[in-house]
Nanobody
């Protein structure tokens, strides 16, 4: 299974960016896919996840980020609006072999497949 992120880059606060992930070796039609991020000096955190039934967003991105899935191209996208400096991080695309397992407002899957990550930088 391979996950290849694209997009990202740099933007000023208040701007928008989009990151995409092309997945091969695993059909995403019936599994949980999504995004984590990791900023310097901080713990890695979940951002948004999606499976055929639902989309789940972390509280700190809800209302600003939108995750979508394209079963035809086997890809997942994250549209990020109203970005701020706290969103600066390396963003990782992830996929599991199961549907999303949601506890409260968190997805608790142990994701088996990870991309290499892509940098998103927001300047204030």
């Amino acid at each position: 299974v391979q996950l290849a992120e694209s997009g990202g880059g740099s933007v000023q606060a208040g701007g928008s960016l989009r990151v995409s992930c092309a997945i091969s070796g695993l059909r995403i039609r019936r599994v949980c896919v999504g995004w984590f991020r990791h900023a310097p000096g901080k713990e890695r955190e979940g951002v948004a996840f999606i499976d055929p039934d639902e989309s789940v967003y972390a509280p700190y991105v809800k209302g600003r980020f939108t995750i979508t899935r394209d079963d035809d191209t086997n890809s997942v996208n994250l549209q990020m609006n109203s970005l701020n400096s706290e969103d600066t991080a390396v963003y990782y695309c992830v996929a599991d072999d199961l549907w999303c397992q949601v506890v409260g407002d968190r997805v608790v899957n142990t994701f088996n497949h990870w991309g290499q990550g892509i940098q998103v930088t927001v300047s204030s």
